[in-house]
């Protein structure tokens, strides 16, 4: 336990400064990673999301993991895009995972 009785602690650094610059042209920057998204995303959404996994859970009763891992790095993706545009990171997000 810390000196203040709790078993938890939350350090957080803060951010250095990004280069002005590119917070001016961000939107601009992420036009690439932003039709990767959408591209991938309207695959995602034609419907493959709904009637699929309804049939699987309705005959099999179970949700299948690949989608579920599917749904999981899609959510992870454009979490970090999101975060991305509106300056929360000033990281440029990764398609392949985690960012470095």
């Known amino acids: ?21 590119t917070v001016f042209f961000r939107l601009i920057i992420s036009i690439p990673i932003l039709i990767v998204a959408f591209a991938v995303g309207a695959l995602q959404n034609g419907g493959t999301q709904i009637l699929g996994p309804l049939l699987m859970i309705v005959f099999r009763e179970k949700y299948p993991r690949w989608l579920f ?3 999981l790095a899609m959510t992870r993706f454009t ?6 545009i509106f300056l929360i990171t000033h990281e440029y997000p990764s398609t392949d995972g985690y960012p470095s």
């Open 1 to 21: 336990m810390t000196s203040s009785g709790f078993p938890l602690r939350l350090n957080i650094d803060y951010p250095e400064t990004p280069n002005r610059l």
């Open 69 to 71: 891992d599917w749904n």
């Open 79 to 84: 979490t970090r895009l999101w975060a991305y």
